[in-house]
């Protein structure tokens, strides 16, 4: 073959394959699945679904105000989920086509297919638009159904799922909800569940629920969100009647256990009302909502919440802190005044001991966790004051957001005298009179020297000479050699651990007290302090001496009282309890050593 032959068979070759990859890629037919039943479908548009199930009533829905209502054969709020989801499954439902003429080659009426009795007729409503579709037979496998639209040629032919969308009753579609999905966006709500009437409204900024009636107080907005998220769980059991002229009181709805009324606006967005529960099952009540005739029942537990008397829907809260604090005062056995300075600095106003920022915001944080333990008194006066002790209160504690400024005041609590292990105390701007625990208000400190700065002193550990112990009237010493090295002075007896003595004295070097006890210590010995009592003596390198000197054991603390000089003054305080234990293992005198 000559290289000419080849040339042209090469060329034909190449003519070929450009063929075939245009015809594959440009020239192939393109194949088109079974077109929409019903093209013109579109779900949000359509304002009634009728339902005419084989052997039942007929089922009716209209699109009302957003939502979805039965309308036949009861008047009751519809599942909306329900609906939209056969309205969806009926827009992409794509069957194949039976034409006439294969109808009449297979030579089988309509009737055979299940049109003359058909599972069910569904017809769809828009504003200027309708569609019938019937539901026929499965086929034999029971995994398609024969559909027929009225009006069109021949049969079509579907997959079956979709059929369990179709309702048989009307409390398929019947909504289960009590009251209407997002309880969050309601902002008043008013509701009887005995002899007074309480309302609660919403404040649009800080979205706090206040009480309106029977009194203006704080309310508890976690206890009343609480309650709201429950009341969107509770759901129908079972509907019971529907019939109007039922008599209410035989299921204790006339008059109700509990109403409750829930709007946003000016408008009512939801009301239900609440009975007694059936013979047979405490667990479930009957109920009713406002405006329409059926009586269900639910469950009980959902409801609980909005039962509680006028006090369970008030604010525990003994006060709420809505700004920073920058100042506070406090007045009483001892006054003082704790000033805040730059950023997270406190002074104590007139002390030259420097403040514990911490034990400060700790005071703030414990002040505002405050709880209520009784509401004592509402619409006080001047004159009832005296017999609570709040006249002439023990204590009183003023929070300003502004230092030095009498205006600034974000908060003022008056305690008073106490009662059954409470203390009563009045808030500033409120016509009521509280009590808190005695627990409570024992842990609120009382004087200035209760917040100086826990820090007892701070030095290196190279820099300690020698550890001296005195205990029992014993005396030993304990000579620091060099990093991790340590050694018993002539003279004194026993064995020691070097590097058990190094780890407790790193632990010295920022000794912090737990909390301070007293301050200006006169009568040690109440505290359990004694002259044979361990004490422990540091003497840096530079020739300054520290000294603690320890009282009585609190054994469930696993530490101890412990007591130091302090700018010329005696201070007591709780040691931290890690550094006891060792203390107690490597810094004592053993009774057997002479």
Avoid at 387 to 406: C, H, M, S, W
Wanted: hydrophobic share 45%.
């Amino acid at each position: 073959m000559n290289s000419k032959t080849t040339g042209i068979w090469l060329v034909i070759a190449a003519a070929l394959l450009a063929f075939i990859f245009v015809c594959e890629h440009f020239l192939r037919p393109v194949v088109s699945g079974p077109a929409p039943l019903l093209p013109n479908l579109r779900p949000v548009a359509v304002t009634s679904v009728q339902v005419f199930p084989a052997g039942a009533l007929e089922i009716c829905t209209t699109r009302t105000n957003g939502g979805w209502v039965l309308a036949r054969p009861v008047s009751y709020p519809a599942q909306a989920a329900a609906i939209e989801a056969l309205l969806d499954a009926l827009q992409k439902l794509a069957p194949a086509k039976i034409s006439a003429a294969e109808l009449r080659e297979q030579k089988k009426s309509e009737a055979e297919f299940g049109f003359e009795r058909p599972q069910a007729t569904l017809i769809l409503a828009t504003g200027d638009q309708s569609w019938q579709l019937k539901v026929g037979n499965k086929t034999a496998p029971g995994d398609q159904v024969y559909l027929n639209l009225p009006g069109v040629d021949g049969l079509f032919l579907a997959d079956a799922g979709w059929l369990n969308l179709i309702p048989r009753t009307a409390d398929e579609w019947r909504d289960t909800a009590l009251v209407d999905a997002g309880a969050g966006g309601f902002d008043w709500i008013v509701l009887t569940n005995g002899a007074r009437v309480i309302e609660l409204r919403r404040d649009a900024t800080n979205h706090l629920w206040r009480m309106i009636r029977p009194l203006q107080a704080r309310a508890d907005t976690d206890h009343i969100t609480d309650a709201l998220q429950r009341l969107e769980t509770a759901a129908v059991t079972r509907f019971i009647t529907d019939d109007a002229k039922t008599d209410a009181s035989t299921f204790g709805l006339q008059p109700a256990d509990l109403d409750l009324w829930l709007g946003r606006g000016t408008k009512l967005a939801a009301s239900v009302h609440v009975g007694k529960s059936p013979a047979n099952d405490a667990t479930q009540v009957y109920a009713k909502r406002e405006g329409w005739n059926t009586v269900v029942t639910t469950a009980r537990e959902p409801l609980a919440p909005w039962r509680g008397a006028v006090n369970d829907f008030r604010d525990s809260r003994l006060f709420e802190l809505t700004a920073p604090v920058a100042e506070i005062e406090v007045r009483g056995q001892n006054n003082f005044v704790l000033r805040e300075q730059g950023s997270n600095d406190w002074k104590i106003v007139g002390e030259k001991f420097p403040a514990d920022a911490d034990n400060i915001q700790l005071f703030i944080k414990t002040l505002a966790g405050l709880r209520i333990a009784d509401f004592v008194k509402e619409a006080v006066t001047a004159a009832n004051l005296p017999d609570y002790g709040l006249a002439e209160p023990q204590r009183e504690v003023i929070l300003r957001t502004k230092a030095g400024d009498t205006n600034a005041v974000v908060a003022q609590l008056t305690f008073g005298t106490n009662q059954d292990n409470k203390v009563f105390v009045r808030c500033a701007g409120e016509d009521f009179i509280y009590a808190v625990t005695m627990r409570d208000f024992n842990q609120l400190p009382e004087a200035a020297w209760e917040f100086r700065d826990r820090r007892i002193w701070n030095f290196n550990t190279d820099d300690v000479a020698q550890i001296t112990i005195h205990q029992g009237g014993k005396t030993r010493q304990i000579v620091h050699n060099g990093p991790g090295k340590w050694s018993l002075v002539v003279g004194s007896q026993g064995l020691i651990e070097g590097k058990y003595i190094e780890q407790t004295a790193q632990m010295f070097h920022d000794l912090a007290a737990v909390v301070w006890v007293a301050r200006n210590l006169t009568e040690p010995e109440k505290l359990g302090f004694g002259t044979n009592n361990l004490q422990i003596t540091l003497e840096l390198k530079s020739g300054e001496k520290d000294t603690v000197d320890f009282g009585a054991e609190y054994a469930q603390r696993q530490t101890a009282l412990a007591a130091i000089t302090l700018d010329g003054e005696r201070w007591a305080f709780l040691f931290p309890p890690a550094l006891y234990q060792l203390i107690l293992s490597y810094l004592t005198i053993p009774a057997n050593v002479p």
